[in-house]
C-alpha cells in the first residue's frame, strides 16, 4: 500500500522518521535485548528515556525550572476535572471562555465541582470567532481562567494569550502545543492529549508551576492528585512507558528541524497556502474569521455540499485521507499538524484546484 497523507484531526500522523527508528527499535532497544514495552519503568534504561524526553521538551519549549512536567494517561479529558479538583484551592469560583466543543466540554466537567463564570463565549457566531481582550469579563476572586488556545473541531485559534491580572491561566493546548512558540512563564498549567503533535494517544501531557501544585478537594483520588505524580517523576503508577518513549523520539525528530521555531515557520507556511487556496476561489469557502484561523485544523466547505462524498473519494483515490469534517460542523476539514509534510498540504491544494476545475458548474 502506498503511504497516504493523513488529515486526521487525532489520533493523527506521525513523523516518518520517527516510526522507522521505532521500528528499527521495537525488539531490542540499544541492545537491550528487549522492547521498551518490555521494560520496568524503574529500570535504569526506561529512566535514561524518560529524562531525556523530559529533557527535551523542557528544551525545545524553554520551560521555567519552577514548572514540573508531568507524563500521564486518562487523555486531556480528565484533565478537565482534575483542573478544578487541585486548581481551586480553597476558592468556589472558575473563569472559563467558550469558544467551542472542547471549551464546553471543559465547562460541563468544571461545573461539577465549583462557580463557572464564562468569561466570554463566541456561541453567538457558532464559534467561528474569537473573543478579545476586551471581551473578557475575568472575576479577580476566579481560583484560575481556563481556555482552549485552539479549538481542533471549530479549527479557532486564539491570536493572543489573554492577560488575566495574577489569577492563574489554564490552557488545554490539546491541538496547538508545540506547533509554534510560547512563553510558558505566562501559563499557570498547560495540558494536552499527545494523540496530536506529541506521539501515540494514551499519554496526556501536564505542565504546572510548582507552587499550584499540593492541595486538593476533598475525596479526590490519588490518581487524580498532581502531588502524587510530581513527588514520584510520574512514577506513581505505571506510566503508558511506551507513549513515553515514541513522545522523546517526536521531540529528538522536532529539535533536528530546528526546534519549534523552525516547526512554526513550516506551519505558518502550510496553513497559508490552505487558506490561500480556500479564499482564492468561490468554490470553497472557510467558516472561521480570517484573525482567528488555527494553523493546526482547517475546516472549509464547498460551497455546494452535494458534492461532499465525491470530494471525499476522489481525495482518497489521490491518498489524501481522512479529510470528512467533524459531524457538528460537517464539510471537511483538514488537520496540518507539525508531522503532515509541507508536500503534503501542497498536494491537498494541487487536488482541491483539480477538483474544482472537474465539477465546477
Ligand atoms: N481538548 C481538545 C482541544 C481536543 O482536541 C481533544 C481531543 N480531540 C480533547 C480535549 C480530548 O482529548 P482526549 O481524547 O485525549 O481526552
Redesign the pocket.
Known sequence: MTQVYNFS??PAMLPHDVLVRAQKEITDWHGAGMSVMEMSHRGKEFISIAEKAEADLRNLMTIPDNYKVLFLQG???SQFGMIPMNLLRGKTQADYINTGA?SKKAIAEAKRYCDVNIAASTEDSSFTTTPTQADLKLNPGAAYVHY?PN??IGGVEFPYVPETNGVPLVA?M??TILSREIDVSKFALIYA?A?KNIGPAGL?IVIIREDLIGETLPGTPAMFDYKNFSDNDSMYNTPPTYGWYLAGLVFEWLKDKGGIAGMAEINQRKATALYDAIDGSSFYASPVAKDSRSWMNVPFTLVDSELDSVFLAEAKEASLVTLKGHRSVGGMRASIYNAMPEEGVLALVEFMAGFEKRHAK
Do not use: C, N, V
Request: charged share 15%.
Open positions: 484531526a487525532g487523555g486531556a479529558s472542547w482552549t479549538e481542533t488545554d490539546s491541538s492529549g494523540q496526556t
